[in-house]
């Protein structure tokens, strides 16, 4: 959650309907996010100062692991993920052959979808192609944050990326540690087509050398671990 509250309450007493361990990470909020927090049944952890999305999984995780649960399903809190849907992660979770659970927007097509702005699909599908050529995967949307991931397997990686590029190190160590990865589809939303990444990512040609910067270093970073494939043609100048 960062400044969420138009959408907080709204988008909690949804998840309240299907969870009844909430954990809130309120990054940074400076709105009243804070004050409407105080008046919910549910864990928060509040970074005094914007963190970034990254950041603010790797705390779900932490707090996921110290507590001993078994798995943890991270979402937004815009209204852009429906809490509705978080059934259908409890079941794939429970089938028992995977450690990710990824959601897809664009595997199948929902009747309600909406339109994502353009330079964000196209970033999407570039870096989605990359990581399966280079990984050996087969994602269709690299960037969904609707996930459930098996804590004991996520106990395995060393994520350190606190921003926006945080997916690119977390799909390298997954293939990288033998995490098992599935989708399942969800809803496409876009409620405010105009977000802001904020800074110099709200350039799109920015935004994904960004991406495949991060994501080439954590291939360097990562290679013993991976094919030959997956570091040709990498250039990242990373220190």
């Not at 049944?41 to 100062?49: D, F, P, Y």
């Not at 705390?59 to 001993?68: L, S, T």
């Not at 969904?144 to 996520?154: D, L, N, T």
Request: with cysteine; hydrophobic share 40%; glycine share 6%.
């Amino acid at each position: 959650v960062h400044n969420e509250e138009r959408y907080l309450l709204s988008v909690l007493r949804k998840v309240l309907r299907h969870a009844e361990q909430v954990l809130v990470i309120d990054d940074g909020s400076c709105d009243a996010t804070p004050t409407l927090l105080a008046r919910t049944k549910v864990e928060v952890i509040r970074h005094a100062q914007n963190r970034g999305y990254g950041r603010s999984l790797q705390d779900a995780f932490r707090w996921a692991a110290v507590d001993g649960f078994d798995w943890v399903i991270t979402m937004d809190c815009d209204e852009q993920h429906e809490p509705d849907a978080i059934p259908g992660f409890l079941e794939r979770a429970a089938a028992g052959d995977l450690d990710v659970v990824s959601g897809s927007r664009y595997l199948g097509a929902h009747p309600e979808n909406d339109q994502p702005p353009p330079d964000r699909r196209k970033i999407n599908a570039e870096i989605t192609r990359e990581l399966n050529r280079r990984l050996g995967l087969a994602l269709t949307d690299a960037f969904c944050g609707f996930k459930a991931y098996r804590v004991e397997a996520i106990e395995r990686l060393t994520l350190s990326e606190d921003g926006y590029a945080f997916p690119m190190q977390f799909w390298v160590q997954a293939v990288a540690r033998g995490l098992r990865i599935g989708e399942i589809p969800v809803r496409l939303i876009y409620n405010d087509l105009n977000r802001s990444f904020g800074g110099p990512l709200d350039d799109p040609q920015q935004r994904i050398e960004h991406y495949r910067r991060a994501l080439h270093c954590e291939l360097e970073r990562c290679a013993a671990s991976l094919p030959p494939s997956a570091l040709e043609d990498v250039s990242a100048g990373c220190r």
